[in-house]
Every structure is written in structure tokens, then in C-alpha cells.
């Protein structure tokens, strides 16, 4: 089932409260009480605009707090071009650096599952420009089980039922 519509709905709902609502507070004051706080509302928006209109069964995103380690297996990410340019991180698990080599995969040779909204800044002005993603599959064996940072631009975002 297709729901980038209610993907970018979500982004679009969740940049603007920050950045209209919190962002000024959080730098002002480098408040992570703040950002933690805004993470609430990120989960409702996100069961609000998203899960609301899937099964009960789907799962929700995690909190701005969790450390990328919760991969939303039910939310597929699938390139919108032949190919899909990434920027993949170096480590596994995830570090701080997206500077793997390889700069693109291709769209039909790679399974992307969703993490979470990505933005380098945690406290400042947000564009949640990027999906942080999972590489479940790929051609290259060194690509899987790697995160990598995905414009959501370039993607469309799919609920998968699991199969029992």
C-alpha cells in the first residue's frame, strides 16, 4: 500500500511545528528537554497522519531519542528512479559518517526499510529533508545492514503487511 502522500504530510507537518514552535526555544537555550518534548508530538502526528489508516498491527516511528537502532520493517522505501543516490554510513552499526563509497544503488537491487526522519541538526532549524533507512538487501553483501540517509524527494514509502 502507497503512503508517501501521508509520509510527506507527516514531514511536512512535523518541520513546521518544529521549526515555527520549538526550534527557537530548543537553540536558544541547547534545551534537549525540548526536543524531547517535541519528540511526543512527532509520534502522535505520525500515528495521526500515518497509522491512522493502516492496521492496528503497523508499528509506530520512534522517538527523536532512539538511537537508529529500531528499523520499522512494515514502511519500505523504494528509490522513484532507476537510480537512487544515498549517502551510506561507513559503519556498522551506524556511526556519525555517511561516507561510505558507494554514492547510488540501484532502485530495483536494493530493499531500503525505514528508520525514522533524518536531520543534522537535533536542536536547530529542521527540514527532515532525508529518510534514515535500513539496507535489508542488496547486489554488494557489504551494503546490508547498513543505515543510510535517503532524500525523500527521490523515494516513495510503502506499508508492507507481515506475513504470519
Known amino acids: 500500500m502507497d503512503i508517501t502522500d501521508q509520509m510527506d504530510s507527516f514531514r511536512e507537518a512535523a518541520r513546521h511545528l518544529w521549526n515555527v514552535y520549538f526550534w527557537r526555544d530548543a537553540e536558544r537555550d541547547g534545551s534537549w528537554n525540548l526536543r524531547d518534548a517535541f519528540s511526543e508530538v512527532y509520534v502522535a502526528l505520525f500515528n495521526s497522519i500515518v497509522r491512522f489508516h493502516l492496521p492496528e498491527s503497523a508499528p509506530p516511528i520512534p522517538h527523536l531519542w532512539d538511537p537508529g537502532k529500531t528499523v520499522l520493517a512494515q514502511y519500505q522505501v523504494v528509490g522513484n528512479f532507476d537510480r537512487l543516490v544515498l549517502m551510506i554510513n561507513r559503519d556498522k552499526p ?3 559518517y555517511w561516507d561510505h563509497p558507494t554514492q547510488y544503488v540501484l532502485s530495483s537491487a536494493v530493499d531500503l526499510r525505514l528508520i525514522a526522519l533524518f536531520d543534522w541538526d537535533q536542536l536547530g ?7 534514515r533507512v535500513r539496507i535489508i538487501k542488496a547486489d554488494d553483501p557489504d551494503l546490508v545492514d547498513r543505515d543510510a540517509l535517503a532524500e525523500a524527494a527521490d523515494c516513495r514509502v510503502e506499508y508492507v503487511e507481515e506475513k504470519s
Open 94 to 96: 551506524a556511526s556519525g
Open 125 to 131: 532549524f529542521r527540514d527532515f529533508r532525508y529518510f
